[in-house]
Each structure stands twice: as C-alpha cells, then as structure tokens.
C-alpha cells in the first residue's frame, strides 16, 4: 500500500489518500471530544469485509436521480 499524506491538512481533520490516483484513503477528525471514529474507505480493503452500512453522509451532494431508500439515517453533511 503506498499513501501519501495531503499536503495541506483541513482544520477539522488528518487525511490521506492514495498516491497514484489521488483518491481519499482514510480520514481522521482531530476533534477527539465530538468524533470517536476513524473514516477508512472501503476501497482500501481487499477481500469481503462483512461490514454493513450504517447511516448515509453528505446526501445533499447525491445526484438527483439516485434514490436512497434502504431506511437507514441520512444526513445531509
């Protein structure tokens, strides 16, 4: 696996992402009083992982024509 760092880190967060094709790795919120969680992208994992989903994000960025309709959470940011 070869990452590389974001040259310029956000404020709210430690970011990584792949360095042949510049797609996002993983990210960590720095804000350890709010966020107790690490966001991986599934696409870092080879081979099934038997994770399901749990809430749907930023869905106020979704096409207009996909629909989200399994009944879990959404939130728009």
């Not at 970011?15 to 709010?34: E, K, Q, V």
């Not at 994992?45 to 399901?52: A, K, L, V």
């Amino acid at each position: 696996m070869r990452f590389t760092p974001r040259e310029e880190p956000t404020p709210a967060a430690v970011a990584s992402s792949w360095r042949t094709c510049g797609a996002s790795l993983f990210w960590d919120p720095l804000d350890t009083r709010m966020h107790d969680w690490l966001g991986i992208a599934m696409g870092a994992f080879e081979g099934p992982t038997n994770t399901t989903v749990k809430m749907h994000i930023f869905i106020e960025e979704k096409g207009d024509s996909y629909e989200i309709t399994d009944g879990l959470p959404q939130h728009e940011r």
